[in-house]
Nanobody, 122 residues
Framework: QAQLVESGGGLVQAGGSLRLSCTAS????????VGWFRQPPGKEREFVAS????????EYTDSVKGRFTISRDNAKNLVYLQMDSLKPEDTAVYYC???????????????WGQGTQVTVSS
């Protein structure tokens, strides 16, 4: 059973933008590190970005630096992933996850959503 819920995926042309949202009905996301991961077709799940609890230190994988921005709205219990200048290679199912460890490894995150599809056409 998914603990988190993602929304905001869809089909967009290359160069376009999407904003993904992640929320939880039974957990306070501000108490966790929240990460975004993605799984392209036929590939392993990979780290995209994360934001720490507290002051909100962010980390990104190199391929999205300067194009994606992770942020959180603690009052609304939401974490966002703003994706700009999208490329076809960004096509994947995007997942949000929450955990207590500072890690880029999926197995270090305890709670997951079911994922949202992002498709970027060329």
């Amino acid at each position: 059973q998914a603990q988190l819920v993602e929304s905001g995926g869809g089909l967009v042309q290359a160069g376009g933008s999407l904003r993904l949202s992640c929320t939880a009905s039974e957990r306070t996301l501000s108490n966790y590190r929240v990460g975004w991961f993605r799984q392209p077709p036929g590939k392993e799940r990979e780290f995209v970005a994360s934001i720490s609890w507290g002051v909100g230190v962010t980390e990104y994988t190199d391929s999205v630096k300067g194009r994606f921005t992770i942020s959180r709205d603690n009052a609304k219990n939401l974490v966002y992933l703003q994706m700009d200048s999208l490329k076809p290679e960004d096509t994947a199912v995007y997942y949000c996850a929450a955990g207590t460890l500072n890690s880029k490894l999926p197995e270090r995150y305890s709670y997951w959503g079911q994922g949202t599809q992002v498709t970027v056409s060329s």
